[in-house]
């Protein structure tokens, strides 16, 4: 089945530790994104890559790193610089271009404790 | 960059009822308006889409209007059933340069559908 896998679902980190998110597709997606989601605020965007080893900063990149050497995936980096990290993280990838469908993954639910 | 507000941030309807929410944009450039639905503790997936050269599209009991000239969209369910309790997204894509194909999210509508 195509699609796209975040792992784990739930993460725990201790303050102070960098904690680094898994996003895989199979879909031949060219783009691909990260967003953090809190309560009432919708979806925001973090990174984003539209071809390998490229990558833009979103509206909300401080205290985050990406990397995107292969197309298939796209890893999200949570430093300790992120000050409030406690979070829903969905990945989501696409066709290169607008106008084209943003499929999501389950999201990886992040508590610093 | 592009903003989306999107209204009412909670609804409640009776099953079978119609429910409408409202997005609005400001980047007069943008040409792509797709609708997200998110169940608990799962992503977000495409329910709706429409596209700047059109004013309206349905699928069954869903359907969106487009309006590019006051830069709003809405989407209307018709016939409400409790499955279609979930959160609601609206979502504008932004064209051109480094944000070719970038979705900007509304805030989201949680909408309760009771039997």
């Known amino acids: 089945d195509g699609g796209i896998t975040q792992s784990p679902k739930y993460l725990f980190r201790k303050e102070g530790q960098n904690v680094t998110l898994s996003c895989e597709q199979n879909?031949?997606?060219?783009?691909m994104y990260w967003y953090r989601q809190d309560p009432g605020q919708g979806l925001r965007l973090i990174y984003y890559?539209?071809?390998?080893?490229?990558?833009q900063k979103g509206d909300i990149a401080e205290g985050y790193s990406v990397s995107r050497e292969k197309k298939e995936s796209f890893p999200l980096t949570v430093t300790s610089a992120q000050k409030n990290p406690t979070a829903f993280y969905l990945c989501?990838?696409?066709?290169?271009?607008?106008?084209?469908?943003?499929?999501f993954g389950q999201g990886t639910r992040l508590t610093v404790v | 960059g592009e903003n989306v507000e999107q209204h009412p941030s909670t609804l409640s309807v009776q099953e079978g009822d119609s429910a409408v929410i409202k997005c609005t944009y400001s980047?007069?450039?943008?040409?792509?308006f797709p609708w997200y639905k998110q169940e608990l503790g799962k992503g977000p997936q495409l329910i709706i889409d429409?596209?700047?050269?059109?004013g309206e599209k349905k699928d069954q009991r869903i359907a969106v209007t487009l309006n590019k000239t006051a830069k709003h969209f809405s989407l209307h369910i018709t016939e409400t059933q409790p499955e279609d309790s979930a959160v609601y997204f609206c979502?504008?894509?932004?064209?051109?340069?480094?944000?070719?194909?970038?979705?900007?999210f509304g805030q989201g509508t949680i909408l309760t559908v009771h039997p």
């Open positions: 989501a990838s696409s066709t290169q271009g607008m106008n084209t469908e943003a499929f």
């Open positions: 879909l031949n997606h060219d783009a």
């Open positions: 890559s539209q071809i390998v080893n490229d990558f």
């Open positions: 980047d007069s450039a943008s040409n792509y």
């Open positions: 429409i596209r700047s050269n059109v």
């Open positions: 979502a504008a894509s932004t064209s051109g340069g480094t944000s070719y194909g970038k979705l900007t």
